[in-house]
């Protein structure tokens, strides 16, 4: 107890120094965890991904669609439970900032095949029950005020027109990953018009969602599946939505190992900073340390002193970060929900945080103790700060 | 009378293991500032070099991009038969109607599959792109299975150098000829004949057409006439003009990005640098007094103690522009949310960005040093001269 009242007798002699250097590392430490939960928020997609679907889509690519009747067959292959399929309707509300995603798809498979999308029952039966209708994530909801009832007008980019929707029913996530920015509407609603302005773009849709009984047959499901489609005009990959998830990532890797990279800056910075200071507290000290070795303490007992000072001022600093990051993370996650549709800041990330602490602290203290050891008593006493 | 800089350059000089640890601080933050301030400026680089002025791109109506768009062949003939359009070789309008599709290609070494864009070309478009020029090999013969790919398409994907084939679309193409694009987009697409590829990707309508106006004051006029058009539902925008709205959320995401890493970065290297001259003035108490007694101003001191905070700024910033001009050499290439398809673009430095980049460090030498400074300036002779 005695030991940890010096060190905070220590850390605050110069009080205005360690409250800044507390401040620089407060800054640090929430930068950091916005950093990471930044390249969280990338992979909140995969993280929500289930092992019990697959999806089925154009080899060549997502660009290019499949003919509606390869429902039937994939139902034929042992193992599915469902087939639902979808289309990427990339609807734009009234400009193109509003963005978020807007798929038209089949309605019940969709319901069955994604539980994670949490709808009333009163709400699930008016969606099913009215082809004009849609069904909206809270968080879009929430960001232009729709309520249930209302109706909604998009441009679409790929289908065009302006294109009316009832809204329906507002889902819910049932776990903190699920994406709350969709827009789902009735695949029907979607062909029926195209058969009537670009009838060779009806009956076809961009994958198929395709539930598999368990994770494990989930390999055998689609190399059958992919197997089945060889050769004909669309064949087929099928992965996990998992890896179809991954694969989107894969192309914006670059960004993410920029944000991991300035995040490992970021900290770099403050132990500059960090390190800096204890350099100048230990310069400032050298006349003690040299009467402390007089009186028969050892260069380690320094060392402790030094590094347990280095560590209170980092300690307070990651904490202060930490308890910052939750606020900011939700301020940001609010006011960026088009880019990122999932911000939460995990539990890993704290620990990074906590990590990263350490290593400032230890990183900051090893020089200056070094020097504290290797000071000669006579050239100690003789200095002057 | 003033104190000499050589004062100010003389106190970091005796505290070196200091003054190094806070110019590092501060190149660090100089260098993430000047390149996400490069990158930016590639980015806006490549897109200014894709598109040119006099060039019009036609699409569907709120189509956003040439992949989602689709130009049916009446539509386009009704369009190529505008006065506006410049006349070519032989007499025929400079123009071409273009098919762009995108396919999935494993990358060499990784087998990675990354989105690639290909573009169905005619005629003139070649000659429509001044700055993408044949590097190796030949153009592809109309009406034959043979393509072009771009110099990073060639180098990063299997199959795509000259002399190899590629298979999609249930086709086998031999690449036939490299070209050179220079920084633009395009040096990330594989061309090919436009009739031949929409017969094997089964696309019975083109996604763009391009053209070049006879007269670039012209564009107003027949814009008007094509949006009004009701046998055509289509919108024609400056090439220039439609590449700058493809990038649009990158060069968000990007401003976003930079703005926020720069505030929160300079932040912490200013508390840097507030320890230090905080430091510099508490050690210099009694050298302060001497100054004042010795019949210095207050505004010396003051002076004094912010040229010094700032020297330590600039050193910082030459360092950290030092290590940014090495980004230079590095190309990211990731994929543009936008259109879907993969965009390379390099860091790049301009005089500008040399120049706001060191004011920049100027200004956290400044911030960091002035109350510090001020500090210095407000003791008193006696007490300042009495401590040891």
Known sequence: ?385 | MAIPVFYSFRNLWTRKLTTVLTAAGMALVVFVFASVMMLAEGLRKTLIETGSYDNVVVIRKASQSEMQSGVDRTQASIVEAEPEIAIGDAGKPFLSKELVVIINLPKRGSDKPSNITIRGIGEFSLALRPQVKLMEGRMPRSGSSEIIAGESVAKRFRGAGIGEKIRFAMRDWSVVGIFDAGKTGYSSEIWGDVDQLMQAFRRPAYSSVLFKLRDSSEFQKIKERIEGDPRLTLEAKRETKYYEDQSEMMAKFLRILGISLTIIFSLGAMIGAMITMYAAVANRTAEIGTLRALGFQRRNILAAFLIESMLLGLSGGLIGLLFASFMQFITISTVNWQTFSELAFSFTLTSEIVIISLIFSLVMGFVGGVLPAVRASRMNIVEALRAT
């Not at chain 1, 139902?75 to 439970?81: A, E, I, S």
């Not at chain 1, 991991?260 to 910075?269: A, N, Y």
């Not at chain 1, 620990?351 to 230890?362: E, N, P, S």
């Open chain 1, 1 to 385: 107890m005695i030991l940890l009242k010096l060190l905070f007798k220590n850390a605050f002699r110069h009080k205005l120094r360690t409250s800044l250097t507390v401040l620089g590392i407060t800054i640090a430490i929430l930068a950091f965890g916005m950093l990471r939960t930044v390249v969280g928020a990338w992979y909140a997609g995969v993280e929500a991904s289930s092992s019990t679907r697959l999806i089925t889509r154009n080899a060549v690519s997502l660009v290019f669609f499949l003919p509606l009747s390869y429902k039937e067959k994939i139902l034929q292959v042992p193992g599915v439970k469902e087939v639902g399929y979808s289309y990427w309707f990339g609807g734009v509300y009234i400009s193109e900032k509003n963005f978020f995603p807007s798929f038209a798809t089949e309605a019940k498979a969709a319901l069955d095949l994604f539980p994670e999308f949490v709808l009333p029952e009163s709400e699930k039966n008016a969606f099913l029950r009215d082809r004009k209708s849609a069904v909206v994530g809270r968080k879009t909801a929430k960001r232009f005020g729709w309520k249930k009832g209302d109706i909604v007008t998009l441009k679409g980019t790929i289908f065009p027109g302006n294109w009316e929707f009832v809204i329906r029913g507002i889902y819910r996530g049932a776990q903190k990953s699920t994406d709350e920015t969709q827009f789902i509407f009735h695949w029907n609603y979607l062909n029926e018009s195209l058969k009537k302005t670009a009838p060779y773009r009806a009956d076809k849709v961009g994958w198929f969602l395709v539930g598999v009984k368990s994770p494990n047959v989930a390999a055998d499901v689609a190399v059958a599946i992919d197997k089945m489609f060889k050769n004909s005009l669309a064949e087929t990959i099928t992965e996990t939505e998992k890896a179809f998830q991954l694969s989107f990532i894969s192309m914006t890797e670059a960004i993410v190992v920029v944000i991991q990279l300035v995040s490992i800056i970021v900290i770099i910075i403050i132990m500059v900073v960090m390190a800096n200071t204890m350099a100048m507290t230990v310069r400032e000290r050298t006349g003690e340390y040299a009467i402390m070795k007089t009186l028969g303490f050892g260069g380690w007992h320094m060392a402790g002193l030094i590094f347990g000072e280095s560590l209170v001022i980092a300690t307070l600093g990651s904490l202060l970060g930490i308890a910052f990051t939750f606020p900011a993370a939700k301020a940001f996650g609010d006011s960026l929900s088009q880019f990122f549709p999932v911000f939460v800041v995990s539990e890993r990330t704290i620990y990074k945080d906590m990590a990263a602490g350490f290593i400032v602290a230890v990183v900051a203290a090893v020089f200056p103790i070094w020097r504290a050891i290797k000071l000669k008593v006579a050239d100690g006493l003789r200095s002057i700060g």
